[in-house]
């Protein structure tokens, strides 16, 4: 339990870098970020969800 928060507290951490990085660059940039953590999110934290 404790380790599956870490991770997902890492993948936050992840998450909120490319933010940072992106918010930067073009707003063009933004819609991709906002299309990649959506994906992310149902690749990774859904599948951890339904196993549970």
């Known amino acids: 339990m404790e380790q599956r928060q870490e991770k997902e507290a890492s993948i936050l ?3 909120s ?10 707003p063009l ?9 959506f994906m992310a ?3 990774i934290i859904e599948p951890s ?4």
Do not use: E, P, S, V
Request: with cysteine.
């Open 17 to 26: 870098t490319i933010k940072k990085t992106i918010l930067y660059l073009n």
């Open 41 to 43: 999110k149902a690749m």
């Open 13 to 15: 951490d992840f998450y």
């Open 29 to 37: 940039y933004n819609n991709i970020y906002r299309g990649f953590c």
């Open 49 to 52: 969800t339904m196993k549970q």
